[in-house]
């Protein structure tokens, strides 16, 4: 990971399904940048996607998807990841 995960996160995690040995891992992994601050606004972009994923109005969550600008994402690509994590 680019940053160290805060309880926001792990909370948004949680609120798209992310099942206790998911939570685990992402608290115990290496971080490899310690002075990166995640980007709140993606993030939280990312977890109403996956949210409305999880519920099955895809259209809605694509909607939510494809506001989100390149510049947001640097090599993220969030149309799989956080699909993938849960």
């Known amino acids: 990971m680019n940053f160290h995960p805060a309880d926001e996160f792990l909370a948004q995690l949680k609120s798209v ?29 990312l977890s109403n996607a996956g949210i409305l994923i999880k519920e099955k109005p895809y259209y809605e969550a694509a909607t939510e998807l494809t506001v989100i600008r390149p510049s947001q994402t640097r090599s993220l690509d969030p149309r799989n990841s956080l699909a993938e994590l849960c």
């Not at 040995?21 to 980007?39: F, G, H, I, M, N």
């Open 17 to 45: 399904g992310a099942v206790a040995t998911v939570l685990a891992a992402v608290k115990t992994a290496k971080v490899s940048a310690d002075d990166v601050k995640p980007d709140k606004d993606l993030l939280q972009q």
